[in-house]
């Protein structure tokens, strides 16, 4: 058997065996490269998170659709108050839809919230800030002002959430 590798810059960069009509595996968008926290490889899954303004008794929301490049969670905090977490659930590597959060406490009022995508760092599967880190949005290695700064700024989106 031989296993034809593209080039860098070039192809797709799937492996193509002889014969094989072999896609690739990796759904992220050309260009753009999700860095995850400490550096580390991951699954070559384009991170993003997508969270629609919702209603509700209060007790649960649910996130659209994650985009997971690693394990991790969807960690829920209202707007403005991202040191306090009202609720979070985990996410498996790949894309997720539907993704139904628990809170810890009902919201007793209509609440703009903030749903952030963090990665399971200390691998034992249960959300923790401190353990935890927050998942930095895709860097698209196209655009020219493009510089290390922008790891910093988190995958997430924010939704008004309406009781009723």
């Given at each position: 058997m031989v296993v034809l590798l593209s080039a860098c810059g070039?192809?797709?960069?799937?492996?193509?065996?002889?014969?094989?009509?072999?896609?690739?595996?990796?759904?992220?968008?050309?260009g753009q490269t999700t860095a995850l926290p400490g550096g580390e490889?991951?699954?070559?899954?384009?991170a993003d998170l997508e969270f629609e303004d919702q209603s509700g008794d209060g007790s649960t929301v649910v996130v659209d659709t994650v985009s997971a490049p690693e394990g991790g969670f969807?960690?829920?905090?209202a707007d403005g108050a991202d040191d306090v977490v009202l609720g979070w659930a985990d996410?498996?590597?790949g894309t997720s839809s539907d993704v139904e959060v628990s809170l810890d406490q009902p919201l007793g009022a209509d609440t703009d919230l903030v749903a952030t995508l963090w990665a399971d760092s200390d691998r034992d599967g249960s959300f923790d800030p401190e353990a935890d880190?927050?998942?930095?949005?895709?860097?698209?290695?196209?655009d020219a002002g493009d510089d290390v700064s922008e790891l910093s700024d988190p995958v997430q989106d924010d939704a008004r959430y309406t009781l009723g």
């Open positions: 070039s192809g797709d960069g799937a492996p193509v065996a002889d014969g094989d009509d072999v896609s690739p595996s990796s759904p992220a968008t050309a490889a991951g699954s070559g899954q384009q969807v960690v829920l905090t996410v498996q590597v880190e927050v998942v930095p949005a895709p860097i698209d290695g196209g």
